[in-house]
């Protein structure tokens, strides 16, 4: 059984004295004697007491704590990002709460809900890929809570956000595919109302046209983004008449799970089908062949939503309009992309 941890009640019982006598002589206040002081931090160390300081912060009206919403970590890009956004926010003197929605609306609403419980002084969002309404954060907003999403958001929602040019990404992946020689070009992507999988596509379609090739809509495929979809994807293109000379994926996941395909029917990248990923999982750089793909500078999006959100804290009586903080992509080449080389 669990030993009851010690309160400032015991030491308060134990000393004879009031509770408030024990408060301030814990916090060093000048009325105090130094002989009470040293009663009082003597019997706290035997009894080994530890102050609660979330409840000392809320009765000063302050948690000093932020909450954090991801669709899972279990991958590079969220995990890093978290990492961006606990430097920001312990070098500010707060600490995080973080809840992973596991690409499920209801978690999320449930995540959310907990937060709010917590008191948390404000909510650090990427969307689960099943949000298509934002009504649980209608309540962040009412109760004045400042709120920022990052990563994804929801096509038609003016919110704060920090983001990636995705589409500029999506563009820089498929033309280094067209630069490289390739002409018929598959594309994976995910649920088109959240941002990044919608913007992505764009980019793709973009830097097809600018050559002055058709979008072929058999050659886009739609999915969850993991390996699995990946992999049954590519064995959909194969079948084909005219299969593709390359894949820009959406996800390296899914670009993982394609190339896996490739292997188990003898076929290789770059030679016979080029691939191209997105978000430079670690993982990227440890399949056969190196897996091409976009850097999403996940640490630098969790720092920058962080403090676009103290930015949100500090003026939030001024209610600014929602403001948009985009970060550029870089692409990394890497082998399983290079029919011709390294570009120039």
Same mark, same amino acid.
Request: proline share 4%; with cysteine.
């Given at each position: 059984?669990?030993?009851?941890?010690?309160?400032?009640?015991?030491?308060?019982?134990?000393?004879?004295?009031?509770?408030?006598?024990?408060?301030?002589?814990?916090?060093?206040?000048?009325?105090?004697?130094?002989?009470?002081?040293?009663?009082?931090?003597?019997?706290?160390?035997?009894?080994?007491?530890?102050?609660?300081?979330?409840?000392?912060?809320?009765?000063?009206?302050?948690?000093?704590?932020?909450?954090?919403?991801?669709?899972?970590?279990?991958?590079?890009?969220?995990?890093?990002?978290?990492?961006?956004?606990?430097?920001?926010?312990?070098?500010?003197?707060?600490?995080?709460?973080?809840?992973?929605?596991?690409?499920?609306?209801?978690?999320?609403?449930?995540?959310?809900?907990?937060?709010?419980?917590?008191?948390?002084?404000?909510?650090?969002?990427?969307?689960?890929?099943?949000?298509?309404?934002?009504?649980?954060?209608?309540?962040?907003?009412?109760?004045?809570?400042?709120?920022?999403?990052?990563?994804?958001?929801?096509?038609?929602?003016?919110?704060?956000?920090?983001?990636?040019?995705?589409?500029?990404?999506?563009?820089?992946?498929?033309?280094?595919?067209?630069?490289?020689?390739?002409?018929?070009?598959?594309?994976?992507?995910?649920?088109?109302?959240?941002?990044?999988?919608?913007?992505?596509?764009?980019?793709?379609?973009?830097?097809?046209?600018?050559?002055?090739?058709?979008?072929?809509?058999? !050659?886009?495929?739609?999915? %969850?983004?993991?390996?699995?979809?990946? /992999?049954?994807?590519?064995?959909?293109? +194969? *079948?084909? =008449? $005219?299969?593709?000379?390359?894949?820009?994926?959406?996800?390296?996941?899914?670009?993982?799970?394609?190339?896996?395909?490739?292997?188990?029917?003898? !076929?290789?990248?770059?030679? %016979?089908?080029?691939?191209?990923?997105? /978000?430079?999982?670690?993982?990227?750089? +440890? *399949?056969? =062949? $190196?897996?091409?793909?976009?850097?999403?500078?996940?640490?630098?999006?969790?720092?920058?939503?962080?403090?676009?959100?103290?930015?949100?804290?500090?003026?939030?009586?001024?209610?600014?309009?929602?403001?948009?903080?985009?970060?550029?992509?870089?692409?990394?080449?890497?082998?399983?992309?290079?029919?011709?080389?390294?570009?120039?």
């Amino acid at each position: 059984m669990a030993k009851k941890r010690a309160s400032i009640t015991d030491l308060a019982q134990q000393l004879n004295i009031s509770i408030s006598t024990v408060s301030r002589a814990l916090s060093g206040h000048s009325a105090i004697s130094e002989a009470t002081v040293k009663r009082v931090t003597a019997l706290a160390k035997e009894l080994g007491y530890q102050p609660n300081s979330l409840a000392s912060g809320l009765r000063k009206g302050r948690s000093n704590m932020l909450g954090v919403v991801v669709p899972h970590i279990d991958g590079n890009f969220f995990s890093q990002v978290v990492k961006g956004i606990e430097a920001a926010a312990s070098k500010a003197g707060y600490h995080v709460l973080i809840c992973q929605s596991n690409e499920d609306v209801v978690h999320e609403r449930a995540n959310v809900e907990t937060l709010m419980n917590a008191q948390v002084e404000g909510i650090l969002v990427s969307l689960s890929r099943t949000t298509r309404e934002m009504r649980h954060f209608e309540k962040v907003r009412k109760r004045d809570i400042p709120l920022v999403f990052f990563d994804r958001i929801l096509d038609g929602f003016d919110v704060n956000a920090v983001v990636l040019d995705d589409r500029a990404g999506g563009y820089r992946a498929t033309k280094h595919l067209l630069e490289q020689g390739y002409r018929r070009i598959a594309h994976f992507t995910g649920p088109q109302h959240l941002n990044i999988y919608k913007l992505r596509r764009q980019g793709y379609e973009d830097a097809l046209r600018e050559y002055g090739l058709p979008v072929a809509e058999d !050659l886009i495929l739609l999915g %969850d983004m993991k390996m699995d979809d990946g /992999s049954a994807g590519m064995r959909q293109l +194969l *079948t084909l =008449p $005219q299969p593709p000379d390359a894949v820009f994926s959406g996800s390296d996941f899914s670009a993982a799970g394609a190339l896996q395909v490739l292997t188990e029917r003898g !076929l290789r990248a770059p030679e %016979d089908i080029g691939l191209v990923g997105f /978000s430079n999982e670690l993982f990227s750089r +440890l *399949t056969a =062949p $190196q897996l091409t793909s976009i850097d999403q500078h996940c640490e630098l999006m969790g720092r920058s939503a962080t403090s676009l959100l103290f930015q949100i804290m500090q003026e939030r009586e001024q209610h600014y309009a929602p403001r948009h903080v985009v970060l550029q992509p870089d692409l990394f080449v890497r082998a399983s992309s290079l029919r011709l080389g390294q570009p120039a």
